[in-house]
Every structure is written in structure tokens, then in C-alpha cells.
């Protein structure tokens, strides 16, 4: 099989646990631009939570952030936004506190949280290298809300609640698990398989010839839409399932491993 452009998710793929960038998996990114294989990255993240990305992997293709609900240049000039209806932002943040959940609310650029001290504020901050905005209540933020993020460390709860979320407001929105303790919510064509055919239309390379890599639930609707698809050591059985090739883990340089292996040397 011909690859001529891998797509990979961002955290538990791309970087390790502890979210750094190894100088395998540069140098791997490297060795695909050196091939001819064009490279693009996909994340649950807000575009500045990817900037840091742009530089040493020499990224020359658009960042779909917020599971490709903004879409960004690597300059971070915006390509397309797909928000959340505003009919239904409340709804949405209701249902996810109604599992008693905490909400984050992305509206634009602004990250919206209600407690600063709340369940992975601090890490999720430290990853995407910027802080928060402290607001009292979420009345009124309506326009404009591009994700949704329901966070609980009960992981069953969180798999539950974006069953519910389904059940609520069926092809209205997208809900899926961008980590374990994460559920996101975003427009219904927000998602990781539309930016594959996002990718697909902007290159003019067939999606059987595009590669994806990820390790979570919400990237198994990229799987679906690409000729290769490759999940992470560290996934559960479900997402390995739905994958054609399963690599070792992200701590285990998983991602460098999967280029070595099923793409350069296919």
C-alpha cells in the first residue's frame, strides 16, 4: 500500500504520558517529509495547545484542533470553524453536569472554566502551555463554542455519559472520549473521520492512501476513513479492534516505531 500522508492524533500518540515530544518521534516526522509523505496532526486540543508542535516538526500542513472543529494553519490563521449550535451548548452542559461532571467550555479562542482548581485544570494548562479563563457561570455563552469537555475520573462515566449524550441529541452534536477522564463534545461534523476527508480534498490523495494514528475512541472514526489505520500499545481492546496494525506505546516510542515499520518500510 501506497501512503502518501499519515494523520496522527496529538496526546497518548504523538507524545508520551508525561506529554513530551521524543527526539524519535522528530526524527520520524522528519524522515516522512524526507519521503514525500505529507504529515498532519489532529487533537481534542485548542489550536495554541498544538503551536508548540509547529517548529520541530517542521509542520507545513493545517492543524485540526478541537477534533477538527477549527482548522489552522500552522501560522495559526483559521481554515474553517464548525461551532456547536447555540441552541444546544446549554443542553449540552447540562447533561454533562447532570452525570456530575465538571464542564470546560472552549468558545473561540477562550478556554472557559468555572473553578480553577477543578479536576485537571492544572495539567490540562500545563499541556497546552496557557491558562484558563475564570469565569461564574456559563448563562449567556452561547455563540460561538466550538467543544464541550465533560471531566470525571470515573472512566466508566465518562463512556456512559457520551452514550447519553448520543441518546440526547442523536447526529447534533459529536460526544466521544478524546481521554479516558475527557468527554467532548463538538459539531456533529467536528471529528476526526472529517478531517480525513478534509485532508483528503485539500491534497488531492485518495483516503486509501492515507494513514491514521491514534489510541482513543475518538479517533477510530479516522480509522474508518483511512486505507491504514494504526493504534497505539497503549489502547484499549476496542480502538486495537478497529485498527488494520497496532504499535507498541507512546512511552515505548509507539508512534516512531509505526512509521519505521508500516509506513517507510511498507
Same mark, same amino acid.
Given at each position: 500500500?501506497?501512503?502518501?500522508?499519515?494523520?496522527?492524533?496529538?496526546?497518548?500518540?504523538?507524545?508520551?504520558?508525561?506529554?513530551?515530544?521524543?527526539?524519535?518521534? =522528530?526524527e520520524? *516526522?522528519?524522515?516522512? @517529509? &524526507? %519521503?514525500?509523505?505529507?504529515? #498532519?496532526?489532529?487533537?481534542?486540543?485548542?489550536p495554541?495547545?498544538?503551536?508548540?508542535?509547529?517548529?520541530?516538526?517542521?509542520?507545513?500542513?493545517?492543524?485540526?484542533?478541537f477534533?477538527?472543529g477549527?482548522?489552522?494553519?500552522?501560522?495559526?490563521?483559521?481554515?474553517?470553524?464548525?461551532?456547536?449550535?447555540?441552541?444546544?451548548?446549554?443542553?449540552?452542559?447540562?447533561?454533562?453536569?447532570?452525570?456530575?461532571?465538571?464542564?470546560?467550555?472552549?468558545q473561540?479562542?477562550?478556554w472557559?472554566?468555572?473553578?480553577?482548581?477543578?479536576?485537571?485544570?492544572?495539567?490540562?494548562?500545563?499541556?497546552?502551555?496557557?491558562?484558563?479563563?475564570?469565569?461564574?457561570?456559563?448563562?449567556?455563552?452561547?455563540?460561538?463554542?466550538?467543544? =464541550?469537555?465533560? *471531566?470525571?475520573?470515573d @472512566? &466508566? %462515566?465518562?463512556?456512559?455519559? #457520551?452514550?447519553?449524550?448520543?441518546?440526547?441529541?442523536?447526529?447534533?452534536?459529536?460526544?466521544?472520549?478524546?481521554?479516558?477522564?475527557?468527554?467532548?463534545?463538538?459539531?456533529?461534523?467536528?471529528?476526526?473521520?472529517?478531517?480525513?476527508t478534509?485532508?483528503?480534498?485539500?491534497?488531492?490523495?485518495?483516503?486509501?492512501?492515507?494513514?491514521?494514528?491514534?489510541?482513543?475512541?475518538?479517533?477510530?472514526?479516522?480509522f474508518a476513513?483511512?486505507?491504514?489505520?494504526i493504534?497505539?500499545?497503549?489502547?484499549?481492546?476496542?480502538?486495537?479492534?478497529?485498527?488494520?496494525?497496532?504499535?507498541?506505546?507512546?512511552?515505548?516510542?509507539?508512534?516512531?516505531?509505526?512509521?519505521?515499520?508500516f509506513?517507510?518500510n511498507?
Amino acid at each position: 500500500m501506497r501512503i502518501r500522508l499519515l494523520l496522527s492524533d496529538v496526546d497518548g500518540t504523538l507524545v508520551r504520558m508525561d506529554k513530551v515530544l521524543t527526539d524519535r518521534s =522528530i526524527e520520524a *516526522v522528519h524522515s516522512l @517529509h &524526507d %519521503a514525500g509523505i505529507h504529515f #498532519a496532526v489532529t487533537s481534542g486540543r485548542p489550536p495554541r495547545g498544538m503551536s508548540m508542535l509547529v517548529e520541530p516538526l517542521v509542520l507545513r500542513t493545517p492543524l485540526a484542533a478541537f477534533n477538527g472543529g477549527l482548522v489552522v494553519e500552522p501560522g495559526m490563521e483559521v481554515v474553517e470553524q464548525r461551532v456547536i449550535p447555540d441552541e444546544l451548548v446549554a443542553p449540552t452542559i447540562d447533561l454533562i453536569e447532570s452525570h456530575g461532571f465538571s464542564a470546560w467550555v472552549y468558545q473561540g479562542a477562550e478556554w472557559l472554566v468555572r473553578d480553577l482548581d477543578g479536576p485537571h485544570v492544572e495539567r490540562e494548562a500545563h499541556t497546552v502551555q496557557f491558562s484558563p479563563k475564570l469565569v461564574e457561570s456559563y448563562d449567556g455563552v452561547t455563540a460561538g463554542v466550538v467543544k =464541550i469537555v465533560g *471531566v470525571s475520573d470515573d @472512566h &466508566d %462515566a465518562v463512556a456512559a455519559a #457520551a452514550r447519553a449524550a448520543h441518546d440526547a441529541f442523536g447526529d447534533r452534536v459529536s460526544a466521544s472520549r478524546s481521554q479516558p477522564y475527557y468527554l467532548d463534545v463538538t459539531h456533529p461534523h467536528a471529528n476526526k473521520g472529517a478531517v480525513v476527508t478534509f485532508l483528503s480534498a485539500k491534497y488531492g490523495i485518495p483516503t486509501e492512501e492515507i494513514a491514521t494514528i491514534g489510541d482513543m475512541p475518538n479517533d477510530v472514526l479516522m480509522f474508518a476513513h483511512s486505507g491504514l489505520s494504526i493504534a497505539m500499545g497503549n489502547a484499549d481492546r476496542e480502538v486495537q479492534r478497529a485498527a488494520r496494525r497496532v504499535t507498541t506505546t507512546n512511552d515505548e516510542d509507539g508512534f516512531a516505531d509505526a512509521v519505521e515499520r508500516f509506513i517507510l518500510n511498507c
